[in-house]
């Protein structure tokens, strides 16, 4: 039976998506048995890779206070949001700068529903339900264009998204679409998977292949490329728990969030030992001149 959403859109239970995968890994409670099956192959046959959705989403946060804090910008469009965690972007924006506006952006109907039910006491907030291959669906639907003036800087949030775009779907495309129509002075965050070129690479490739028919590990330049024309800001494209440490914000970012949910000891002085999944998400910080 396929549940249904406000609009009439059909959630399968039946079938695993990947906005509920990661909230399964996270410790959400917004998945089916579908998405359990494939993130127990995750947890019991790579074992410590549960570390990579962590770390991501502590490196996330970090992003959105660093531009919340330190620039003008007050305007956000999150790119495959996935469902609301603890700490969703427009909390932790709206904790620095209460006037910041956030547009939710994701394919999954579930999004839609639990985002809205969310967000509906916030008016600075918005949840589009758009395939974020077209940017201009995006950019041009009515609830980005009632909430976000692309005349003046907006922080575009590539978060884990754009390495379930194939090579063939032209990712670079998606964040030059969106770097020619944005405002100078705007900020593109990326969150990537990035190849180890070692077995726990391969296997968690597989498993995403095999499950969604997407899911692409790129090297650290191939990630630098989708940011071509922009300027990469210090420390670079690197490792997730290594892009920024210094900016703890939230539940991911300490404790078990900080360090991906692995414990790995952050060291004395010199760089963090990470371990081999901490090392297999790339994260970078790039802005519009």
């Known amino acids: 039976m396929l ?3 406000v609009e009439g859109s059909p959630i399968d239970p039946h079938r695993p998506s990947i906005a509920r995968v990661y909230d399964y890994l996270l410790g959400g409670k917004d998945n089916y048995a579908a998405d359990r099956e494939v993130g127990d192959v995750f947890k019991r046959d790579l074992p410590g890779s549960v570390a990579i959705a962590f770390a991501n989403r502590a490196a996330l946060t970090r992003a959105v206070a660093e531009i919340a804090r330190t620039t003008e910008v007050r305007q956000f469009v999150d790119l495959g949001s996935g469902l609301p965690t603890a700490d969703n972007v427009h909390q932790v924006a709206q904790r620095h700068a209460p006037e910041s506006r956030v547009v939710y952006v994701d394919i999954d109907p579930q999004v839609l529903v639990h985002g809205r039910a969310l967000l509906e006491q916030n008016d600075r907030t918005r949840v589009v339900r758009a395939d974020v291959r077209d940017p201009e669906s995006v950019r041009n639907h009515r609830d980005t264009l009632e909430l976000i003036d692309f005349d003046r800087p907006v922080a575009v949030m590539f978060s884990a998204i754009l390495h379930h775009v194939n090579d063939e779907e032209d990712p670079a495309g998606i964040v030059s679409h969106w770097r020619d129509h944005v405002a100078s002075g705007s900020y593109f965050f990326v969150s990537h998977f990035r190849s180890g070129n070692n077995p726990e690479t391969a296997e968690a490739e597989r498993v995403l292949q095999k499950t969604f028919g997407r ?15 922009l300027e990469i800001l210090d420390p670079g494209v690197v490792p997730a728990p290594l892009w920024r440490p210094e ?6 970012n300490g404790g078990r969030g900080g360090d991906g949910g692995s414990g790995a000891d952050s060291g004395t002085g010199g760089e963090r030992q990470l371990t081999v999944w901490q090392r297999l998400i790339a994260a ?6």
């Not at 630098?224 to 024309?229: R, S």
């Not at 900016?247 to 991911?252: E, K, L, N």
């Open 215 to 229: 899911g692409r590990w790129r090297t650290d330049k191939e990630i630098e490329a989708l940011l071509d024309g």
């Open 3 to 5: 549940a249904m959403t």
């Open 284 to 289: 970078g910080l790039a802005r519009k001149n």
């Open 247 to 252: 900016t703890p914000d939230g539940p991911w």
